[in-house]
């Protein structure tokens, strides 16, 4: 599902589920906090490496898989209080909280849950060929997992906005255009590489304070966000057009939705 390799200060969090083009169930979930959580310990790695097994980074929420279980939806967006990071929120927002860079390699898929943990890397390198989206809306959801955190540092209020409500894939080179991927190359684990060997010239102190620092002057009222994030995904859960949206993501072009709902 989740593993974890050291080699030479680096760690690899490869995402291990290329049959399903590394969609994300609930153990993964759980699986990624708790490599979070070893990886801050882990005073001796230098840079971390987020990664998916096989042709794709990461499809997205395995929904299915998810669905099965509503004890599993309750516990992914259950939190003690409403600005604090519930799981699905700390598998994004965690690496930010890793003093060391954190890349994200990118190829084909990486699609909803799967961008929004590309996007709590502090630079995402990215094949020509990859194509991104983020993918709620058409489910009658919004993004949930704390990019809207991050996306203010990257992104242009209008795009992203428009990112979240089509729910289309984009490809590499717009996505690139309009900030939401650091680099592309032909071989992004070289180009990943190459950007590590550079920062391992430099003071491991250094790029922390410069993380801290960056972190801090693009700052956004982080537990607001968050909290919004949640309630309006719990409002979205049980609102009537939900069904009606999963309904037409599924082929059902008849559907009609009601009138919106005051928010």
């Known amino acids: 599902m989740i593993t974890l390799e050291i080699k030479n200060t680096v760690a690899y969090v490869t995402l291990f589920r290329a049959e399903k083009q590394n969609a994300l169930n609930f153990i993964m979930f759980k699986q990624l ?3 979070i959580k070893q990886l801050k310990k882990n005073k001796s790695i230098r840079a971390v490496i987020i990664q998916g097994s096989g042709e794709h980074f990461c499809s997205g929420l395995d929904v299915a898989s998810v669905m099965k279980s509503p004890i599993d939806m ?78 203010p540092s990257l992104l242009k209020r209008d795009d992203a906005q428009w990112l979240a409500s089509h729910a289309e894939p984009i490809s590499a080179y717009k996505a690139h255009e309009i900030g939401l991927v650091t680099l592309l190359s032909d071989n992004p684990h070289d180009a990943c590489q190459s950007m590590i060997t550079t920062l391992l010239e430099r003071s491991p102190d250094a790029l922390a304070a410069i993380k801290r620092v960056t972190q801090q002057s693009y700052h956004t009222p982080k537990r607001r966000i968050l909290a919004k994030e949640t309630f309006s995904q719990i409002r979205l859960i049980i609102n009537p057009n939900t069904k009606k949206a999963i309904a037409k993501a599924k082929g059902n072009d008849t559907i009609k939705y009601q009138n919106p709902k005051h928010w």
């Not at 516990?75 to 927002?93: H, I, T």
């Not at 084909?108 to 983020?134: E, K, M, S, V």
Request: charge should be positive; charged fraction near 10%.
């Open 33 to 35: 906090a708790k490599v």
């Open 74 to 151: 309750f516990k992914l967006l259950f939190k003690w209080l409403p600005g604090n990071c519930n799981l699905a929120q700390q598998v994004v927002l965690g690496w930010q909280s890793l003093s060391v860079p954190v890349f994200a390699v990118i190829q084909g898929n990486c699609f909803g849950g799967g961008l929004q943990i590309a996007l709590g890397a502090d630079y995402r390198i990215a094949h020509p060929d990859t194509q991104l989206a983020i993918m709620e809306a058409r489910w009658g959801l919004c993004p949930d997992m704390g990019a809207n955190v991050i996306l």
